[in-house]
């Protein structure tokens, strides 16, 4: 009787080991270290291998490198040799190259129309430098057996075609294997250009080099500079608004002409930086800038509570004409005609419709009822006020041709026209000159209502503006009602004997 025994547990342990497998090190353990990988970086097709900018009069050599005319000729009358690979070169091996141009100044293939991309693969004819498409002369010259040139018809030969890139081969427009990039490098990394070097007993071979250092060294400082000079504003701007202390600190340090200058509404950057993880904390709302309509809002309405009329005065070939116009009650439409009136508009302007019974109409430089523009260089809104209307001789109101197109066109009535309310804003009337009105109505007219003799206004003059006191007030840093309150206690206190 034979027992056979179990073979339970034997090796088990067999392939312990006492130390760590190579494997186990580079991957379990960290001893392989990640491979510190650079950016790839590949010359665009339309850039110049020497300055790595887009060229201007583009050259190539036989291999394919692309160069601007002007920085090769420089460089190779120098060192004799190709920028891209180091080998001798001569100016004559140069080729002139024709790119062609769409209408919206890209490069493209002028036989396939094709777009140049960094994904396409371009070709030069040598003996007349036009560029293809790679396509149009594989399929049109290669594969037909046309040694001709595709637009002119040039004769040439296999070995004439010369590939300025490729898609599946770009080691002709890598910058990093670039000679003179290679060698910019290594001048920097080495530091032989210093201050000991000029302690350096020299011959006339290392002065040469020396000089050659120096002299590239120089040319990189001012490529740097030119980089530099480029990104200089919006770097120091960021710096300083980076640098800028909270808004409350600023608000607290303004004068009240420099707070009129914020709106009403903050500017979003305490919710903003709560909300995205690229902006840096703010925890305190500031005020935003107020917008140009919001000024003007501002504006009107301190006007307003001035409860002030303008006065103007109108010199006209027939007489002088008072004006009255209502700042309080129709602020937009009176600033837009006191401003006008203050910038010498309408001198020399004609009142270039008549209408007896009815109205007399100016504020168009052109004379032709279809010209004029508001002191905005834009047609605002109708401002109606109720307390404003058509209702006697003499109320002047704006003209227009429709809702919300006022520009500098007026019209003062000859009678009562309350059909033109809320059609036509009314911003003040007639105080002074009603004999005027009556030369002017009674004036003959030809067609379309036009005076034959002409009404002109010669001259405009300006007494009051409460506008103009709302600007001296702001420009002072006051609030132009307690200005006008206190200029009006000082004018009613009585002198002292």
Same mark, same amino acid.
């Given at each position: 009787?034979?027992l056979r025994?179990?073979?339970?547990?034997?090796n088990?342990h067999?392939?312990?080991?006492?130390?760590?497998?190579?494997?186990?090190?580079?991957?379990?353990?960290?001893g392989?270290?990640?491979?510190?990988?650079?950016?790839?970086?590949?010359?665009?097709?339309n850039?110049?291998?020497?300055t790595?900018?887009?060229?201007t009069n583009?050259? #190539? @050599?036989?291999?394919?490198?692309?160069?601007?005319?002007?920085?090769?000729?420089?460089?190779?009358?120098k060192?004799?040799?190709?920028?891209v @690979?180091?080998?001798?070169?001569?100016?004559?091996?140069?080729?002139q190259?024709?790119f062609?141009?769409n209408s919206?100044? +890209?490069?493209?293939?002028?036989?396939?129309?094709k777009?140049?991309?960094?994904n396409?693969?371009?070709?030069?004819i040598?003996?007349t430098g036009?560029?293809? #498409?790679?396509?149009?002369?594989?399929?049109l010259?290669?594969?037909a057996?046309?040694?001709?040139?595709?637009?002119?018809?040039?004769?040439?030969?296999?070995?004439?075609?010369?590939?300025l890139q490729?898609?599946?081969?770009?080691?002709?427009?890598e910058?990093?294997?670039?000679?003179?990039?290679?060698?910019?490098?290594?001048?920097?990394?080495?530091?032989?250009?210093?201050?000991?070097?000029?302690?350096i007993r020299?011959?006339a071979?290392?002065?040469?080099i020396?000089?050659?250092?120096?002299?590239?060294k120089? +040319?990189q400082?001012?490529?740097?500079?030119?980089t530099?000079?480029?990104?200089?504003?919006?770097n120091e %701007?960021?710096?300083?608004?980076?640098?800028?202390?909270?808004?409350?600190?600023? @608000?607290?340090?303004?004068?009240k002409?420099q707070?009129?200058r914020?709106?009403?509404? @903050?500017?979003?950057?305490?919710s903003?930086?709560?909300?995205?993880?690229?902006?840096a904390?703010?925890?305190?709302?500031a005020?935003a800038?107020?917008?140009?309509?919001?000024?003007?809002?501002l504006?009107?309405?301190?006007?307003?509570?001035?409860?002030?009329?303008?006065?103007?005065r109108l010199?006209?070939?027939?007489?002088?004409?008072?004006?009255?116009?209502?700042?309080?009650?129709v602020?937009?439409?009176?600033?837009?005609?006191?401003?006008?009136?203050?910038?010498?508009?309408?001198d020399?302007?004609?009142?270039?419709?008549?209408?007896?019974?009815?109205?007399?109409?100016?504020?168009?430089p052109?004379?032709?009822?279809r010209?004029?523009e508001?002191?905005?260089k %834009?047609?605002?809104r109708?401002?109606?006020d109720n307390?404003?209307s058509?209702?006697?001789?003499?109320?002047?109101?704006?003209?227009?041709?429709?809702?919300?197109?006022?520009n500098?066109?007026?019209?003062?009535?000859?009678?009562? #026209?309350?059909?033109?309310?809320?059609?036509?804003?009314?911003?003040?009337?007639?105080?002074?000159?009603?004999?005027?009105?009556?030369?002017? +109505?009674?004036?003959?007219?030809?067609?379309?209502?036009?005076?034959?003799?002409?009404?002109?206004?010669?001259?405009v003059q300006v007494?009051?503006?409460?506008?103009?006191?709302?600007?001296e007030?702001?420009a002072?840093?006051?609030?132009?009602?307690?200005?006008?309150? +206190?200029?009006?206690a000082?004018?009613a206190k009585?002198?002292l004997?």
């Amino acid at each position: 009787m034979h027992l056979r025994f179990s073979n339970m547990g034997k090796n088990r342990h067999s392939k312990d080991r006492l130390f760590i497998t190579q494997t186990e090190h580079k991957y379990l353990y960290g001893g392989k270290k990640q491979e510190i990988r650079q950016a790839y970086k590949r010359l665009p097709f339309n850039c110049c291998a020497i300055t790595l900018c887009p060229f201007t009069n583009a050259v #190539c @050599t036989r291999d394919g490198h692309l160069f601007d005319l002007e920085a090769v000729v420089l460089y190779v009358k120098k060192h004799q040799s190709n920028p891209v @690979t180091g080998k001798p070169m001569l100016l004559k091996e140069l080729i002139q190259l024709h790119f062609s141009k769409n209408s919206q100044g +890209e490069y493209f293939c002028p036989v396939t129309y094709k777009v140049f991309t960094d994904n396409t693969k371009i070709a030069a004819i040598a003996p007349t430098g036009n560029v293809f #498409c790679y396509e149009a002369v594989e399929e049109l010259n290669i594969k037909a057996k046309n040694w001709t040139d595709l637009l002119d018809g040039t004769k040439f030969q296999r070995k004439d075609i010369i590939i300025l890139q490729d898609p599946q081969d770009y080691s002709n427009r890598e910058i990093e294997n670039f000679e003179h990039f290679r060698r910019s490098n290594a001048t920097e990394n080495s530091g032989f250009v210093s201050t000991a070097i000029r302690n350096i007993r020299t011959n006339a071979a290392t002065d040469r080099i020396f000089e050659e250092l120096e002299a590239r060294k120089a +040319e990189q400082q001012v490529l740097a500079s030119k980089t530099k000079q480029e990104c200089a504003g919006v770097n120091e %701007k960021d710096k300083i608004v980076a640098s800028l202390p909270q808004y409350d600190t600023i @608000t607290s340090q303004m004068t009240k002409s420099q707070s009129l200058r914020y709106s009403q509404f @903050t500017a979003g950057k305490c919710s903003s930086s709560f909300t995205s993880s690229v902006r840096a904390p703010v925890t305190e709302n500031a005020l935003a800038l107020a917008s140009e309509q919001e000024l003007l809002e501002l504006r009107w309405q301190s006007v307003r509570k001035l409860k002030k009329k303008g006065l103007v005065r109108l010199e006209t070939t027939l007489g002088n004409i008072s004006l009255e116009v209502d700042c309080d009650f129709v602020p937009q439409t009176a600033d837009n005609f006191m401003s006008l009136c203050q910038s010498k508009y309408y001198d020399g302007v004609l009142f270039h419709r008549i209408i007896k019974g009815f109205m007399m109409q100016g504020g168009d430089p052109t004379g032709t009822g279809r010209g004029g523009e508001s002191v905005w260089k %834009k047609p605002f809104r109708d401002e109606i006020d109720n307390r404003l209307s058509h209702d006697s001789r003499g109320v002047l109101s704006m003209a227009n041709s429709g809702p919300g197109t006022n520009n500098s066109q007026f019209f003062i009535t000859f009678k009562a #026209c309350p059909h033109l309310d809320k059609k036509h804003a009314v911003f003040g009337r007639v105080v002074g000159g009603m004999d005027v009105l009556d030369a002017a +109505e009674h004036v003959e007219t030809g067609i379309e209502d036009r005076p034959i003799e002409n009404v002109v206004i010669q001259k405009v003059q300006v007494f009051a503006n409460p506008f103009h006191d709302y600007e001296e007030a702001l420009a002072q840093g006051l609030d132009v009602v307690q200005v006008a309150n +206190e200029k009006a206690a000082r004018e009613a206190k009585p002198l002292l004997p």
